[in-house]
């Protein structure tokens, strides 16, 4: 991870460093965002919707998520005859691994020998938002190598969708970027030592937010994976663990979305007296609240409202709040 | 610098085995039977009617087309946003005369109706 760097490690250090990262962050995620963010979700939406959730494996359902993975492990695996099956099956690790890739420039907190980080990249942002809209590529393969029309559909609308909103996402990152003058997220998070970025751009935070939502296919941009109307979107034909490694990748991604905002937003690691880690799992886990809390607030866009909002509201609006921002500075800075 | 996207490609390869890791667990435990239905596409019960590789809306198209543009255009303000606050006045003005021309860009695609959902 990001110690201290000493003068040139040997080459199997540096190697090991990377493997026993690369398997932390992997870990951490498949159980801190799917298990648990699946568990969480389940047992908000019952909250919000005056049920009770999951509740009898384990003490108030907290296996549910395990159980659940057992049972997708024993599975059965199936292929559709008409289905491209290299595609289709490698759809299945693109997913995840996009998501997952988002991970390696996100700081964690901080730590006496340096910021917790798999890798500071000096373009951080511009890598998070490549990495952040590989996803589109697995889904589309997806959608595309199932040889299903519902599939078919929930792919080429993610295309579009995520597409549309990457843009407004992009000039959100660019405001902050240039506020903080470098890409690196770790600076980013330096330069919020006083004020968050939220507070300086709250439309641009919100643009972002916004933006987020939509790249994760969630509701009310859910249109990918639509269940009244498109079965399951593009996961439709997979079964067992297939499945499961799409919905690893799915909160995978939105738990990248939601660190990605704390960090450039809400100061990432920083706030009094708790340890910095800390301070970053409740900032992401209020914003995962905030993501679930907007899915049983609003209903489904149609997909002309949809991409009217990214290209006639958000686009507009992000463009002008940066030659806003921009003039700011340079008058400022004057 | 090269040490840095070392540390990403050894991500991304253990990544991809660490993802397929359950893959080969299922395909070591999960049961296997064969009847020939079960490999039919799902369409809702009914046997499917054609493929699904047939022709669909071009408008997905037109959006990804659009998207291009539009992206190409954004990759250039990253590096006009870092190096913004040392450049001084002249990179604002730039800048502005470069998002005229992105935005006189949107305007057109609005004006043509290539945004519009039909």
Redesign the interface.
């Known amino acids: 991870m990001g110690l201290a760097e000493a003068a040139a490690l040997p080459w199997y250090v540096e190697l090991w460093r990377a493997i026993a990262g690369t398997v932390l962050i992997f870990s951490g995620v498949a159980v801190v965002a799917a298990m648990f963010g699946v568990l969480l979700e389940r047992k908000i939406s019952g909250w919000m919707q005056s049920r009770l959730g999951p509740k009898h494996v384990g003490p108030q359902g907290l296996l549910q998520t395990i159980a659940d993975t057992i049972k997708l492990l024993q599975k059965e695996n199936i292929v559709p005859r008409n289905a491209d099956a290299t595609i289709f099956a490698s759809a299945v690790l693109v997913v995840p691994l996009a998501a997952l890739l988002d991970y390696v420039v996100i700081p964690f907190g901080t730590t006496r020998w340096g910021p917790l980080i798999f890798r500071d990249l000096n373009i951080g942002v511009l890598y998070f938002a490549a990495t952040s809209s590989l996803v589109v590529v697995g889904i589309l393969m997806a959608g595309w190598g199932s040889n299903n029309k519902y599939a078919l559909i929930g792919g080429l609308r993610s295309a579009s969708q995520m597409v549309s909103y990457e843009i407004p996402m992009g000039l959100a990152l660019i405001t902050v970027a240039m506020l903080a003058g470098s890409l690196s997220t770790v600076k980013i998070v330096d330069a919020q030592a006083g004020w968050w970025y939220a507070v300086e751009q709250p439309l641009a935070f919100l643009i972002f937010l916004i933006a987020a939502v939509a790249e994760v296919n969630r509701v009310p941009f859910d249109l990918v994976e639509a269940e009244s109307e498109l079965v399951a979107g593009y996961f439709s034909e997979y079964t067992g663990m297939r499945f499961a490694l799409f919905q690893l990748g799915e909160y995978g991604e939105m738990f990248a979305m939601a660190a990605m905002a704390v960090t450039l937003f809400l100061g990432g690691w920083r706030g009094p007296v708790l340890p910095p880690v800390l301070w970053f799992v409740i900032k992401l886990y209020a914003l995962i609240f905030v993501f679930m809390w907007v899915r049983w607030t609003y209903p489904r866009f149609r997909i002309d409202q949809l991409l009217n909002f990214a290209w006639k509201v958000l686009i507009p609006v992000g463009l002008l709040n940066l030659v806003v921002t921009a003039f700011f500075v340079m008058v400022v800075h004057r | 610098?090269l040490?840095?996207w070392?540390?990403?490609a050894?991500?991304?390869i253990?990544?991809?085995l660490?993802?397929?890791m359950?893959?080969l667990?299922?395909?070591l435990?999960?049961?296997?039977?064969d009847y020939?239905q079960?490999?039919?596409?799902?369409?809702?019960g009914v046997p499917?009617i054609g493929?699904?590789?047939a022709q669909?809306?071009v408008?997905?198209y037109l959006?990804?087309l659009?998207?291009v543009v539009?992206?190409v255009e954004?990759i250039y303000?990253?590096p006009w946003?870092?190096?913004?606050?040392?450049a001084?006045?002249v990179a604002?003005y730039d800048?502005?005369v470069f998002?005229a021309i992105?935005?006189l860009g949107?305007v057109y695609?609005?004006r043509k109706g290539a945004?519009?959902?039909v």
């Open positions: 610098m040490l840095d070392g540390y990403v050894i991500f991304a253990v990544g991809t660490l993802a397929a359950p893959l667990v299922i395909w435990i999960s049961p296997r039977s020939p079960k490999f039919e596409t799902y369409e809702s499917a493929q699904a590789w669909f809306n408008r997905y959006f990804s659009v998207f539009f992206d954004i303000l990253y946003a870092v190096v913004y606050r040392k001084g006045p604002f800048m502005l998002l992105l935005t949107l695609a609005w945004l519009e959902w």
